[in-house]
């Protein structure tokens, strides 16, 4: 008698079965973790792309900023050599300006000391100090010298004028005066100085 054991027979197939679906399991985790691991590297990739080229992009910036910076340097220095110049410049007008004045000066005080002169006088010195100039003359009369005294204080060129000395000198010929004068001189073109301020302890003008 002849017997088939079907059991047997039904066994490899069903097995088969099963091991299919594990395979396929296996191959979609091997795809998925290729997938994964390809789109790390690109991100990876473009990651370190963007750093290098915001890194050359920053180089490029930061040569530029250098090479503006040493411009501005060099004009940096011709501004203040420019500054330089101007001060030194301003020095000299402002001394060729005083000298200027102190030429005019003396200048205008003689003219307005021979314009003040009287008749029958004449000068033998004049010297400076300051502002006060000490004149010695002669003349033949003492009236000359007020007549002198107050022609100069007349001149807007002159303050006070002070007579220092006369003596009268006998002489067949017409008596000689000899006189010294101080005259403090002043400057009619010069700005009118600032009244001085009261101080923080006086009591507020009424």
Do not use: Y
Request: hydrophobic share 40%; glycine share 6%; proline share 6%.
């Amino acid at each position: 008698m002849i017997r088939i054991n079907l059991l047997a027979v039904d066994r490899g197939p069903t097995q088969k079965k099963k091991a299919s679906p594990a395979v396929t399991s296996a191959q979609r985790v091997t795809i998925g973790a290729a997938l994964i691991l390809l789109s790390t590297l690109l991100t990876v990739g473009w990651w370190f792309w963007s750093l290098h080229t915001e890194s050359r992009r920053l180089d490029e910036e930061i040569s530029r900023a250098e090479v503006e910076a040493q411009q501005l340097r060099s004009v940096l220095a011709s501004v203040q050599k420019f500054e330089t110049e101007k001060a030194r410049l301003q020095q000299r007008v402002s001394l060729i300006e005083q000298l200027r004045r102190g030429q005019t000066g003396p200048v205008h005080i003689l003219d307005e000391v021979s314009k003040a002169l009287p008749d029958r006088m004449w000068l033998l010195g004049m010297s400076q100090r300051d502002k006060d100039f000490t004149i010695e003359g002669r003349t033949t009369s003492l009236t000359g010298v007020s007549d002198f005294v107050a022609n100069l204080q007349a001149s807007p060129w002159f303050g006070p004028v002070e007579i220092l000395d006369t003596a009268v000198d006998a002489n067949p010929a017409g008596d000689i005066v000899r006189f010294t004068l101080r005259a403090t001189s002043k400057n009619p073109d010069a700005a009118p100085a600032a009244p001085p301020t009261a101080g923080r302890g006086a009591p507020p003008a009424k």
